[in-house]
C-alpha cells in the first residue's frame, strides 16, 4: 500500500524524532523504503534577516546551514536503517515554498504518502498557514500529521 514514505522533517528535534517513530512504524508494517527529507527555507531566511537587521527578530534566532541541514536528514537516515529499513535522505534547496518543493521532491521520488509533523495550531499557522496545513491541502496522495 505505502512503497515509497516521504519523511518530512524539520529543525526541530522532538517533532523530527516524533516524524521518524511514525514513518519506522509505518515502512515497518508495509515493507517501505524511506526518503527523509528536509527543505530549507531560504525565502522566510531572508525575509527574516532583513527583519532581524531592522530590530523585529530576536539577535539569538538561528538559521541552519546547509550542512546542518544535512546532518538532521543523516541522523534520521541513520535510525531507520539501524532498524533495518531501506532509507535515503535528500534536502531541498529551499529555493521556493518550503510546501511545493516538499510535494515535488514527493513526487519525483514516487512517494505514496508523506509523513510530516504539524505543531498544533499557532496564531501565525492561521493566518499564514503552515507547511503542513499546505501539504494537506496541495498533497496528491495521503499525509499522515504527526502531533
Sequence with gaps: M????????????ERSAKVTEATRVLAKGFESSVLVVHVRDVERQTTMVGA??????????????????RQLVDSAVERLRG?????????GPGAGSTARELLAIATSAGATEIVIGDRGSHVTDVLLGSV????????EIPVLLVR
Design 2 to 13: 505505502f512503497e515509497r514514505i516521504v519523511a518530512a522533517i524539520d529543525s526541530d528535534p
Design 52 to 69: 532581524a537587521k531592522a530590530g523585529a527578530v530576536p539577535p539569538s534566532m538561528h538559521f541552519e546551514t546547509e550542512e546542518e541541514a
Design 83 to 91: 532498524d533495518g529499513l531501506h532509507a535515503e535522505g535528500q534536502v
Design 132 to 139: 503542513a496545513h499546505r501539504v494537506v491541502h496541495l498533497a
